[in-house]
């Protein structure tokens, strides 16, 4: 478990589950976007409302501290697998930061995405 080894918690928010980085986010930053993960663990938000079934899956199983990185499943879990596979640069970006967390940590994946201007970035500046 990367993310809950690292003590990140706090900072974890910040990665979505499919492995967005939502830090650069205007709406989530001035408070107009709960993200991915805020609200649950404090019962402002019921996980039972909640669209997207990775994010369901996710924090069902792993909790909000983690993301699909930390998951056993991630190779066969086929709702992940279909999205990571969708036409899209942005769907392959987050698969790579996914597999980078899983190699690195979400301690390292912070590092380099902090330094980012959107979502998804480059890891040229792999620690």
Request: with cysteine; glycine share 12%; hydrophobic share 25%.
């Amino acid at each position: 478990m990367h993310c809950i080894e690292e003590k990140t918690i706090m900072p974890i928010i910040k990665i979505g589950c499919c492995g967005s980085y939502c830090g650069t986010c205007r709406e989530l930053i001035e408070g107009g976007c709960p993200g991915c993960k805020l609200g649950y663990k404090n019962g402002e938000r019921g996980l039972y409302r909640a669209k997207c079934k990775i994010k369901v899956c996710c924090i069902r199983t792993m909790g909000i501290e983690c993301t699909c990185a930390d998951c056993s499943e991630y190779l066969s879990f086929s709702t992940l697998q279909d999205f990571y596979g969708k036409k899209g640069y942005k769907y392959k970006k987050y698969k790579e930061s996914t597999e980078f967390i899983r190699s690195y940590g979400c301690k390292s994946f912070l590092q380099i995405a902090e330094k980012w201007k959107g979502p998804y970035g480059k890891f040229a500046d792999r620690i």
